[in-house]
């Protein structure tokens, strides 16, 4: 775990068809809901039982049509911080531009691993033209097509023998982790900082796998957690603060070392792409989630109305996935913030909840009798036995019926949401797979 490698390049040099050719593994198992298909910058791959995780940094910039050489420095400036291994993506149909050259220049000046991969080696033939990218200085170029595939595998292998020997962590498994994620400015320093205190001698320092998370281990008021930190949080960056797209990279290593996310809005600012692009990192990894609107001492009109119609604009936002605390809270007047962690404690133990089968066909079949799924082609489909799953990540129930293939994902989202009323799941994504019974 903990792997993340990055693609650089210029523009128009094929990074997301090797972005999407290293993913797509992962895209046929994730079901393409609603929304998921804005954040393509971001995904896992899998080598010879590896995982590891793959950033297109060209995603995440706003205008990507016309970025110019600033736009580029500042991405590879941020892969070669975060990354544990970079790909750097150049075209062997154009040969070397000034803005290769550039990036050359930054990438030979890192310790980090860099892979020059030689891309659009369509026909057997572009493999000659690949031997002027030896002036770049990062040693052989990697002949593939991300188009066709050809290379891809040896590049894998590549990839994965250049990975660090993962080190055991020393974190106690039963003990939750929960990460403080969010924008630049959102209040996550002072967050971790109310709820760790002046007290510091509470706080011991674990060093995390490679560099990336460390963990602090938390007791006092009756909890007991990690707060996942990431080492890239806590040293100001050499790259300008305010990019607001990196906050999305670094968030990556705290999310899936985490069990539940912390996601601080600013309520000042109100929810934006940003956040939204944090938001469904934390969906992707199936973690928890709870939601904290900081900065609450800076909204005047504070009325019931005022929040309920906050929390409204949340959801909506955040929708199809609704079902999660939202806290109203203040770092710097420290109001409200042991909800926060009372909530994220919920949620985690939501995310361990076993329901008994006998209790579930009780709930849900009889109603399922009173609202079938609607009959395909006049036939009808039948769902006769509910179980959970055994340790899974998040709780996962299977539904045995007739004719899986049929049923679709309204119904399923309205047995979700079924689910949800009758036992609290709040903050945690479930799964419900429909199988042959």
């Known amino acids: 775990m903990g792997n993340l490698v990055a693609i650089v390049g210029r523009p128009n ?26 954040d393509r ?8 039982g590896r995982e590891f995780s793959v950033v297109d940094t060209g995603g995440w910039v706003v205008n990507s049509d016309d970025i110019f050489e600033g736009e580029i420095r500042k991405q590879v400036l941020m892969a070669v911080d975060e990354a544990d291994v970079i790909l750097f993506v150049v075209d062997v149909q154009n040969g070397v531009t000034d803005l290769d050259q550039e990036v050359a220049a930054i990438l030979r000046r890192t310790r980090k691993p860099v892979l020059l991969i030689a891309n659009k080696a369509d026909s057997y033939d572009w493999q000659y033209n690949a031997a ?34 993962e080190t055991a962590e020393i974190v106690d498994e ?15 320093s002072s967050i ?7 007290e510091r001698n509470i706080v011991t320092e674990i060093a995390g796998t490679t560099r990336d998370s460390i963990y602090t281990r938390y007791n006092k008021f009756g909890f007991d957690f990690y707060l996942v930190d990431t080492a890239g949080i806590r040293k100001k960056n050499k790259v300008n603060e305010d990019l607001e797209y990196y906050s999305v990279i670094r968030s990556i290593r705290a999310i899936e070392n985490s069990d539940v996310c912390i996601l601080m809005l600013d309520a000042t600012r109100g929810i934006e792409s940003q956040d939204l692009n944090i938001f469904s990192l934390i969906q992707k990894n199936a973690k928890g989630l709870v939601v904290v609107v900081n900065k609450w001492d800076l909204v005047e009109n504070k009325d019931t109305k005022v929040i309920k ?9 955040l929708a199809p996935f609704t079902d999660f605390p939202i806290i109203f809270a203040s770092a710097l007047t420290k109001q409200r913030i042991f909800k926060v962690l009372e909530a994220a404690r919920q949620v985690y133990d939501n995310r361990h909840t076993r329901i008994p089968t006998a209790r579930l066909n009780e709930e849900m079949l009889p109603l399922i ?3 079938p799924p609607p009959s395909i082609k006049g036939k009808y489909i039948k769902i006769k036995y ?23 994902e309204p119904y399923r989202r309205f047995l979700e949401n079924k689910m949800r009323e009758r036992w609290n799941l709040t903050g945690t994504p479930i799964n419900i797979f429909i199988r042959q019974k």
């Open 369 to 371: 009798e009173a609202y």
């Open 132 to 165: 002027e990218f030896y002036s770049l200085g990062l040693g052989d170029p990697y002949c593939i097509s991300a188009m066709s595939g050809s290379g891809t595998g040896d590049m894998m292998d590549l990839i994965v023998g250049m990975f660090k020997k």
């Open 309 to 317: 119609t906050f929390e409204n604009a949340i959801r909506e936002r």
């Open 192 to 198: 971790i900082n109310a709820f760790i205190g002046e």
């Open 41 to 48: 910058q971001y995904g896992k791959s899998e080598w010879l």
């Open 174 to 188: 039963d003990i939750p982790r929960f990460a403080v994620v969010g924008r630049p400015n959102a209040g996550k």
């Open 13 to 38: 040099v094929g990074k997301s068809t090797l972005f999407n050719r290293l993913t797509k593994t992962r895209q046929a198992i994730v079901n393409e809901e609603a929304g998921t298909t804005r």
């Open 386 to 408: 509910i179980t959970q799953l055994p340790n899974t990540q998040v709780p996962s129930f299977v539904y045995f019926a007739n004719l899986p293939q049929y049923v679709k």
